[in-house]
């Protein structure tokens, strides 16, 4: 069956440590990868998307994503984390039943001063 | 951001009362979504439409209908709202299939 695993549901990093959020799937082919942030209240942001080509992939507010196909993996990387990410982060895939995409159960992360 | 308008943003109401969440975009996108979040489960889908009178079912459909009569709104109606309802809404827009998908604010809907 198609799904997305958010192995951590709560991270907690000082900040400007580095910050790495695991996501890992399963799914017949090639899929669309996503990552968004949801803030306190609010709906969900996108950070990045990887359709193809480049493994890497970099997003919004100094993210990146890398998709390694061997690992069924798309874990999202930020070398310095800021108090402002402070946030839940989901990561996604689709098409799924070719028309939707599919969330993990997200991760909380939690920035100390 | 896009263009998306979710009213009620909150809700309070009683079980066996009937309730509709509305979702209006201003963006032409053809896909729109409805998704619960609850915690622990991530945001799972509803139904979603792709096209006006084009819906379908998602992977928690029961106890829920949709309509779409115009391309910019899509209405998710609880026929008789039970306190599992209880939940935070999104729904959600996108121009193709599985692509990136942008969200309203959401609904915090509660049923007592």
């Known amino acids: 069956a198609q799904s997305v695993t958010q192995p951590d549901i709560h991270i907690t990093v000082s900040e400007g440590a580095s910050l790495e959020l695991r996501c890992n799937y399963s799914?017949?082919?090639?899929?669309?990868l996503f990552w968004y942030v949801q803030s306190p209240g609010q709906g969900l942001q996108l950070l990045l998307k990887?359709?193809?080509?480049?493994?890497l992939v970099q997003g919004i507010k100094g993210f990146e994503a890398e998709f390694k196909r061997s690992q069924s993996s798309f874990n999202l990387r930020k070398p310095s984390v800021h108090w402002s990410d402070a946030a839940e982060y989901f990561c996604?895939?689709?098409?799924?039943?070719?028309?939707?995409?599919?969330f993990g159960a997200g991760t909380r992360l939690t920035v100390k001063p | 951001d896009a263009g998306i308008t979710q009213s009620p943003r909150h809700k309070v109401t009683e079980t066996g009362t009937p309730v509709t969440l509305r979702c209006h975009q201003t963006?032409?996108?053809?896909?729109m979504y409805w998704y619960r979040q609850d915690p622990g489960h991530g945001l799972r889908l509803i139904h979603y439409?792709?096209?006006?009178?084009?819906?379908d079912k998602g992977e928690v459909s029961d106890g829920y209908s949709v309509s779409r009569s115009k391309t910019e709104d899509f209405l998710l109606t609880l026929e008789s709202a039970t306190s599992s309802q209880t939940s935070v809404y999104f729904c959600?827009?996108?121009?193709?299939?599985?692509?990136?998908?942008?969200f309203g604010q959401g609904t915090r809907l509660t049923v007592v």
């Open positions: 959600a827009i996108s121009a193709d299939r599985g692509t990136e998908a942008f």
């Open positions: 963006e032409n996108h053809r896909y």
């Open positions: 439409s792709y096209g006006v009178k084009d819906t």
């Open positions: 799914y017949g082919a090639t899929p669309y």
């Open positions: 996604a895939v689709g098409p799924y039943n070719n028309n939707d995409m599919r």
């Open positions: 990887y359709f193809s080509g480049d493994t």
